[in-house]
T-cell receptor
């Protein structure tokens, strides 16, 4: 299968700080990427997505950056809150294929 | 919106019995739904792609006779775990694409069904 990996399996940040979660993907043909948030015992929740013809996309308190040169994706969360504590997955879509999910990063926000 | 529901959310069954899990898209029609399996502290593993009106496409290593998928309508897909065994205990999650929202390829996930086989 394809390889979508995360650099850091766990991340702890102070409440109010910014969080950056990284993701490396291996297939240069991937044209669409999504970040999901999964809280314990729940299904993944869509956060933000980006197409390969973009290098940045912003949502509410979240920004996704895409660097196709080095096949790297990141999720930035501004002013991290305790409710942001969860596991974050990146997923890549290869045209005509399925989504492949990374291993996940567990984010813990320290009050 | 793009709401996906699953039922039941929790199921405990005896070894050898069959369990059916339903996945519904509540506010949109989904020609394609996906079934995933997730073990604790691990990522989602795609099991199969469910296509309305046709046979499901299973990923390599997934037994189609054990995990029966039926996509009966544009809003309902079911996964039946037949003759369940303790090793089938897992968190099963479905997702659906909403072609009418966002980039179209986006998958929206259900809340998951936790299966425990005794």
């Amino acid at each position: 299968g394809e390889s979508v990996g995360l650099h850091l399996p766990t991340l702890s940040v102070q409440e109010g700080d910014n969080s950056i979660i990284n993701c490396a993907y291996s297939n240069s043909a991937s044209d669409y990427f999504i970040w999901y948030k999964q809280e314990s015992g729940k299904g993944p929740q869509f956060i933000i997505d980006i197409r390969s013809n973009m290098d940045k996309r912003q949502g509410q308190r979240v920004t996704v950056l895409l660097n196709k040169t080095v096949k790297h994706l990141s999720l930035q969360i501004a002013a991290t809150q305790p409710g942001d504590s969860a596991v974050y997955f990146c997923a890549e879509n290869i045209p005509g294929n399925q989504f492949y999910f990374g291993t996940g990063t567990s984010l813990t926000v320290i009050p | 919106g793009a709401v996906v529901s699953q039922h039941p959310s929790w199921v405990i069954c005896k070894s050898g019995t069959s369990v059916k899990i339903e996945c519904r898209s509540l506010d949109f029609q989904a020609t394609t739904m996906f079934w995933y399996r997730q073990f604790p502290k691990q990522s989602l593993m795609l099991m199969a792609t469910s296509n309305e009106g046709s046979k499901a496409t299973y990923e390599q290593g997934v037994e189609k006779d054990k995990f029966l998928i039926n996509h009966a309508s544009l809003t309902l897909s079911t996964l039946t775990v037949t003759s369940a065994h303790p090793e089938d205990s897992s968190f099963y999650i479905c997702s659906a694409r909403n072609p009418g929202q966002g980039f179209g390829e986006t998958q929206y996930f259900g809340p998951g069904t936790r299966l425990l086989v005794l």
